[in-house]
């Protein structure tokens, strides 16, 4: 993904070599910026019932544990901001199955424990965003589902109110992303499917490819090596379907350091290269076995040392 090489750039020059990058595309930035943009709702349920349950507190602290309580005047309550609370309770806490509704048309349907929604239940919003499954303490923890309305869809683990552990999250767009997440964040491993056909399985931290990982992209070019914020960086073998290779260093998605290029018919460059060029010492070897060694800037042999053959 990312520019193109032409189809015969790399046959023309036996001292020049296509620097072809793998940079995920402008679509699939989108689709990260989408990601991390997008509605936070697990958040905002949590706020909600902590204020909500500031409230009750108050109640309860004023009468002292004594007097009477919401469920002994009513199975409704309303709070100060307008929302309203049907279900059960204990003393003034909501505890057992409830339906809480807010002002402004969100609500919860589920479980509760001492006041806070804990065990299994069910928060939309009015955008129709929603989460259902397992929470703990007001936060989604345990295995559910978040929908994120013209976005996405998770299925998987949580923790504290996080995509937390393994889950499966889809795009509106197509795109998916099966693996670890750690505090919301893909980091570890998993395999992310781009609406092209594009592949990436290895390493993550921070929502970013970095570590060892394969990608391969829909033309057949493969990659196969280390990436740093999601771009190539570090040792690798990268593979064209016609059977050109390089097998060495990259920097910043670029060719850096040293390096094997090989071709089809036999030639090689062994040698040094610099932001996808060859670059400084190296050694070219002919498809009939000739070597020749010298000194190249930016991807031209400038020097010739010599027939080594």
Not at 36 to 50: F, G, H, I, K, Y
Not at 138 to 144: M, S
Not at 151 to 156: A, C, D, L
Not at 195 to 224: L, S, V
Request: hydrophobic letters at 25%; one cysteine or more.
């Amino acid at each position: 993904m990312g520019q193109k090489c032409s189809q015969d750039c790399c046959h023309r020059d036996i001292t020049r070599t296509a620097d072809c990058d793998m940079q995920p595309t402008a679509e699939n930035q989108k689709q990260q910026e989408l990601e991390e943009t997008a509605d936070n709702v697990l958040d905002q349920v949590s706020s909600r019932l902590e204020r909500d349950t500031q409230e009750l507190d108050a109640l309860e602290a004023t009468h002292n544990g004594n007097g009477p309580t919401p469920e002994e005047d009513h199975r409704e309550f309303v709070f100060r901001n307008g929302a309203k609370y049907t279900g059960q309770w204990q003393g003034h806490r909501r505890h057992g199955h409830g339906i809480q509704i807010w002002s402004d048309g969100c609500y919860y349907v589920g479980e509760w424990r001492c006041n806070q929604v804990h065990g299994k239940g069910f928060f939309q919003q009015p955008s129709a965003s929603h989460y259902e499954g397992e929470w703990r303490e007001n936060r989604p923890h345990g295995h559910g589902k978040l929908v994120r309305k013209g976005t996405s869809v998770y299925r998987g683990s949580f923790m504290d109110g996080k995509q937390h552990g393994v889950g499966l999250e889809e795009w509106l767009e197509g795109c998916k992303y099966a693996g670890e997440y750690t505090g919301g964040q893909k980091s570890g491993h998993g395999i992310f499917e781009w609406t092209d056909t594009a592949k990436y399985t290895g390493a993550w931290k921070g929502n970013h490819m970095i570590g060892p990982g394969q990608y391969e992209t829909a033309a057949g070019r493969i990659f196969c090596g280390h990436w740093k914020d999601s771009v190539i960086h570090g040792c690798g073998k990268y593979s064209w379907p016609d059977g050109r290779n390089y097998c060495g260093s990259y920097a910043w998605d670029r060719k850096h350091g040293f390096g094997v290029f090989m071709w089809p018919d036999g030639r090689k460059y062994e040698g040094y290269w610099s932001q996808g060029k060859q670059q400084g010492h190296g050694m070219l070897t002919s498809s009939t076995g000739e070597t020749f060694v010298g000194t190249f800037t930016d991807g031209i042999m400038d020097s010739n040392e010599g027939n080594d053959s």
